[in-house]
């Protein structure tokens, strides 16, 4: 692909203005041009079909961020967007109920191993938060014990109470909670992802009070085996329902999430993001015993049920299913996987391309790990630089080729090429044409 830095003003415009007028920039955290190499990234973008999207200065990138993993068929799917342009025509959201959500409620009971009932949201934070809310409620107890990111909500990030903001713990390095009611301290209670020692500890230092285990089973790596099964056993033994939060992890690896993939059934997960193509839908499934009482409590919202998400999400799960992509996910990744090891290999940097292959990340070995926030910015932007959008790892979707592989690890080879240049001669920093990436939460899941 050619190489040229990318003409970014009208990004970098809207940027200053959003700067001054929405707090924090932007509505997603991961959307803040920190995020990227901020100064050469784009951060506002125009159009966006299939692998690609152009930004509002008019240079096309290959995506491989896709909306943090919320477009999984490809950007402005035609099958789904067709759906959704009928469905407004009939209606977007009715005065009265829709059989759209019978009809979404049948499907994901038909998908998902631990789904017997089902209640929805629009985003996958909010869904953590009704997960939480029914969980306290079937339970009659108040405390979490949480692995992995759960979204913004208050029941969540009350957690951030138990560490200094500053030491880098868990889970929002640097991030105080303000505005987070104090009293939710001790609450929502963190644990490391595969420490079973950890676990058992706190439920027993919590005895009679652990309403629910939520976690995501993986991340970009699968568990050690019997991990998922110990786990659930922990929480039954202690009365706490288990809760697998598949926004993440749910739909790209196996359609009805990890759950069906490894056999380990939770009390209730949670789903959103990838399950309708870029359409705002979430949902919390389970069993009758962990979601039934749920009936009495007050969990309710205007827009929860709209036609738009539930048509969406309908059209999303049966396209995955009809045009196997499961498969298509695992022969795409491990592709991309051997191009982007050809291209460590090319250019003389010592390194893997490892993950899962729905979340492949570029892992390099350097003389000092103390260069890592240095390198992944040094990385993005030299992508950035030659049409790709990417963190230093790669989520696709149905819609990316092996032709965009093929461009991917070439361009790849040449920016670790200049990674190797900046390691070779100590000068990272010269090369360095933008602020250094921030990262400002941690997820404790692998
Ligand atoms: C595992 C997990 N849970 C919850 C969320 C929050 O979802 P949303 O951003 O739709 O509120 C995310 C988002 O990245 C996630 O990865």
Not at 140 to 154: A, M, P, S, V
Not at 165 to 172: L, Q, T, V
Not at 234 to 256: M, N, P, Q, T
Request: aromatic residues 8%; glycine residues 10%.
């Amino acid at each position: 692909m050619s190489e040229f830095t990318p003409d970014i003003t009208r990004s970098y415009q809207l940027y200053k203005r959003a700067g001054e007028i929405i707090p924090g920039w932007t509505q997603l955290i991961s959307r803040r041009a920190s995020q990227f190499a901020n100064g050469i990234s784009p951060t506002y973008a125009q159009h966006a079909k299939g692998s690609r999207f152009i930004d509002v200065d008019g240079n096309e990138y290959i995506d491989w961020v896709n909306a943090v993993g919320a477009i999984i068929l490809g950007h402005a799917d035609p099958v789904v967007d067709t759906a959704v342009k009928e469905q407004i025509d009939r209606g977007s959201l009715y005065t009265l109920n829709g059989p759209l959500e019978i009809e979404l409620a049948e499907e994901l009971i038909n998908t998902i191993p631990s789904a017997e009932m089902v209640r929805y949201t629009k985003g996958g934070g909010e869904a953590c938060a009704v997960a939480a809310r029914i969980a306290r409620g079937t339970t009659g107890r108040d405390k979490i014990l949480f692995c992995g990111y759960h979204g913004w909500h208050d029941w969540y990030q009350a957690a951030n109470y138990l560490v200094e903001p500053e030491s880098g713990e868990y889970p929002f390095a640097g991030i105080e909670p303000i505005g987070v009611p104090r009293v939710l301290a001790g609450t929502a209670i963190p644990f490391s992802y595969g420490d079973l020692a950890m676990l058992e500890r706190l439920l027993e230092e919590n005895q009679g009070e652990v309403g629910a285990i939520m976690m995501e089973p993986a991340r970009s790596e699968l568990p050690e085996p019997e991990y998922l099964e110990k786990v659930k056993a922990l929480a039954h033994k202690h009365g706490a329902l288990l809760i697998f939060d598949e926004v993440s992890c749910g739909w790209r690896l196996a359609i009805g999430g990890l759950q069906k993939r490894l056999g380990v059934i939770p009390d209730m997960t949670v789903v959103a993001k990838a399950m309708s193509n870029g359409y705002p839908m979430g949902a919390v499934v389970g069993s009758q015993a962990a979601m039934a009482p749920a009936a009495q409590m007050f969990v309710s919202s205007s827009y929860w049920s709209d036609n738009i998400g539930l048509i969406a999400a309908l059209t999303t799960i049966r396209e995955l299913k009809r045009r196997n992509s499961e498969a298509r996910f695992k022969e795409l990744g491990e592709n991309l996987r051997s191009a982007i090891n050809g291209a460590i290999a090319a250019s003389g940097l010592s390194g893997a391309c490892t993950g899962l292959h729905t979340s492949l990340a570029v892992t390099l070995d350097l003389p000092d790990e103390a260069l890592q926030p240095k390198v992944k910015t040094l990385f993005i932007q030299e992508m950035s630089r030659r049409g790709i959008h990417c963190y230093m790892g790669f989520k696709g979707t149905l819609a990316h080729t092996e032709e965009e592989i093929r461009l991917t690890a070439e361009v790849t080879t040449k920016a670790l090429k200049v990674i190797k240049s900046g390691l070779d001669n100590g000068d990272l920093d010269s090369l360095l044409n933008c602020d250094l990436k921030k990262d400002p939460f941690r997820r404790l899941v692998r």
